[in-house]
Nanobody
Framework: VQLQASGGGLVQTGGSMRLSCAAS????????MGWFRQFPGKEREFVGN????????YYADSVRDRVTISRDKDKSTMYLQMNSLKPEDTAVYSC??????????????WGQGTLVTVSS
């Protein structure tokens, strides 16, 4: 299984950004997938999950109103759309697959992170 995150970069406060996570190596029909972020010197933080098979989503309270997770089955890609970005959203964002429960960091597969920097 390989997960390839992309789409990070520099954005101004109030802007939007969409991250992608290309998944390969097998089918993910039964997988609970997730987005996470890590601030410098801090532990990885949960952002949101999507259940690949039925598109059900779940978000952290801190970002619920500003992010949307979606997936494209044909492209085997998961997305994280982030709006109204703030400097405190600056972090390395990672995607994961086969998470063992909603909202946890316990996932079997991880992609490399992509840095999102929000300028003030």
């Amino acid at each position: 299984v390989q997960l390839q995150a992309s789409g990070g970069g520099l954005v101004q406060t109030g802007g939007s950004m969409r991250l992608s996570c290309a998944a390969s190596g097998r089918t993910f029909i039964n997988s609970l997938m997730g987005w996470f972020r890590q601030f410098p010197g801090k532990e990885r933080e949960f952002v949101g999950n999507i259940r690949w098979g039925d598109n059900y989503t779940y978000y952290a309270d801190s970002v619920r109103d500003r992010v949307t997770i979606s997936r494209d089955k044909d492209k085997s890609t998961m997305y994280l759309q982030m709006n109204s970005l703030k400097p405190e959203d600056t972090a390395v964002y990672s995607c994961a697959a086969d998470c063992n429960n909603w909202g946890t960091r316990h996932c079997d597969y991880w992609g490399q992170g992509t840095l999102v920097t929000v300028s003030s």
